[in-house]
């Protein structure tokens, strides 16, 4: 029967598994004591977003009235049902989907097109780029208060230069059309600057050589920017896309503070029924399935965009 001698491949299998085995266990501690350090931000990921969430995701399938708490019960079904029947959350839906296209469109559009003439300029860029982002900066509580100020019916600045050039006195947040008119000039007015700030970065990291070699090709303006420009500047749209489309479709703040979803329910979106019927008509089941909704519906949009982001990239 064969065996190995002192100095033989057995010998040499016993060492070299020795510091192998060492290795693996330095590497398990190594990884241990990594994960250790984020555990705790883990932990409190997990009891401020997870825990509420799996909290909304069961009250949903249930009765819950908070003036009759101790009446919970479980209902299935019942809250989605309410949800699609209810004629107020319909015209949610088609304010919310309106208010979302038109304020995305026009932030992405009006950013591109800031960013693009800020980025020729050769004097006094920096002084521009400071006064487009500063809208940025305020809350949009704020920025609703200060709106409201604005556009008042009685004493809004808006107003005095309407009826100094004869137009009359409109009311911007009290006639239906001019109130969802009112609210998506407020959010492109803040937001634009978010568009215009990452479309501003893409340009001044593209390089020029594309550009110039374009030009001495005979490309005119259109063509650089439809076969250079933009086609570098996708992803960045796609991501300021994601963005925007999230902050807009669950945008609460403008609307409640201009017109509280008024008149009647003409600029009622679906973040503001959230509230009307957790809150002021303190069904909870209800207002729960509509927030669950409204998860999944970002949930696929933003799948579908970062789907076509790692499509870009690697392309």
């Known amino acids: 029967m064969p065996f190995n001698l002192p100095g033989q491949a057995g010998d040499t299998l016993i060492t070299e598994a020795q510091p192998r085995s060492k290795t ?8 241990a004591g990594r994960y250790g350090y984020i555990l705790p931000a883990i932990i409190i990921v997990g009891v401020i977003t997870v825990l509420p969430l799996l909290n909304t995701i069961i009250i949903s399938f249930q009765s819950y009235k908070l003036a009759r708490p101790q009446d919970r019960e479980f209902v299935g079904l019942a809250n989605y049902l309410t949800l699609f029947s209810e004629p107020r959350v319909g015209t949610a839906v088609t304010n919310t989907v309106i208010y979302t296209l038109v304020t995305v469109i026009t932030s992405l559009v009006l950013g591109l097109a800031i960013a693009i003439l800020i980025q020729g300029l050769t004097i006094g860029k920096p002084l521009l780029r400071a006064i487009f982002v500063a809208p940025m900066l305020l809350t949009p509580a704020v920025v609703g ?4 100020f604005l556009l008042n019916a ?11 050039l004869g137009f009359g006195n409109p009311d911007w947040l009290g006639t239906p059309g001019l109130a969802m008119f009112s609210i998506i000039v407020v959010d492109v ?10 479309m501003l970065a893409g340009l001044e990291s593209l390089p020029q050589e594309y550009l110039e070699a374009a030009h001495i090709d005979g490309a005119s303006s259109w063509q650089r920017f439809r076969y250079i420009v933009l086609p570098y500047l996708t992803p960045l749209l796609l991501i300021a896309t994601l963005f925007r489309f999230t902050w ?5 703040d403008h609307i409640y503070t201009l017109t509280q979803g008024g008149p009647g329910n003409a600029t009622e979106t679906l973040a503001l029924s959230v509230w009307r019927t957790g809150f002021v008509g303190l069904d909870l089941g209800v207002a729960s399935a509509i927030s669950v909704v409204m998860m999944l519906v970002l949930t696929i949009f933003s799948l579908v965009i ?7 990239l690697k392309s």
Request: aromatic share 22%; glycine share 4%.
């Open 306 to 312: 970062l789907r076509s982001l790692s499509r870009q």
């Open 154 to 164: 009685q004493a809004g600045i808006f107003n005095y230069f309407s009826s100094s």
């Open 24 to 31: 693996n266990r330095h590497s398990v501690l190594e990884m």
């Open 145 to 148: 208060v200060m709106w409201r």
């Open 248 to 252: 807009a479709f669950r945008g609460f």
């Open 189 to 198: 007015w803040q937001w634009t600057p978010y568009v215009f700030l990452v």
